[in-house]
């Protein structure tokens, strides 16, 4: 009971701010329409310089680097092709296939992974973190053009794919962190103080645009669709992969962010996504607000299996 009641109060910011965005809804000081803008900015602002702020910082000769970025990335690859070879097999409609496989593998990651670990971890240990979103982030958006473009039989433009790859400002905050931490570059306090200041508020900020997007408005129409996708993507996936990477050893942040990775609710981003690359864009948006629902009981029990075998 006592495991119980201090996951939940370790988990209890988190919740709070995203009842915060649902109440913002509710009073429409933020709409839906507001959204997209809104995490955009909040990307390209607060969690670049949270992103950036966390690996300037980090010791990356204290972690196994290279163990981690193979693991998240093979997780992500594996995932994938798994789906990729099952889900055409069950589903006949494209659009909607090639939706459903992004859905399953493609994880709010970006919003979420450094939120769980500085809850459950401490904000000076979320370096693994901060690394994996260096190669998971960049998988996730290669591979869900590849799945569109596969399924409607069009050609994949790698260059293309690439040069969005690199203009990404998530990856920009971590090479440009990296080369800090690489040459031991340190800021005056005057230009330091302001970038943390930044970067501390991109968790709650994500929290509560995360719980105005909470919403089941047109979720009738695909229900079986939607719970099926929806228990692949937060039971089945880490199912699969949470337990090889405590095999392989991961605790603490690292294991938290290979957690949330592949247990958390599906990108908000995929909505967009599939309406500009032919997919079904209702379902994904069925998917994102039905994942991020159940999400808020399904990763505490994550959490809460997790901590019990003192992993983290």
Known sequence: MQLLIDTFLALCPLYFYMTVGVVLRKMKVLKSEDLPKLNAFQIRCFIFFSLFNNVRNSDFSAMDSGKLLLF??????????????????????RRQTATAIQCM??????????????????????????????????????????????????????????WKILKNPLIIATILGGLCALFKIRFPEYLDKPMKALGSAATPLAMVLVGASLTLKSLEKNKKLVLGVSAVKLLLSPLLIVPAAVLMGFRGAALVGIMTAMAGPTAVVSVSMSYELGGDGELAAEIVATTSLLSLVTMFLWVLALRGMGYF
Do not use: W
């Open 72 to 93: 998240g990335g093979a997780s992500v690859v594996f995932l994938f092709l798994l789906y990729m070879l099952t889900v055409p097999r069950v589903l006949k409609d």
């Open 105 to 162: 593998h493609r994880s709010n990651f970006v919003l979420l992974g450094m939120a769980y670990a500085e809850q459950l971890c401490g904000p000076e240990n979320v370096g693994p973190v901060s690394l994996l979103i260096c190669i998971v982030t960049p998988l996730f958006n290669l591979l869900a053009v590849i799945t569109f473009e596969l399924l409607r039989g069009g050609k994949i433009h790698f260059g293309q794919i690439l």
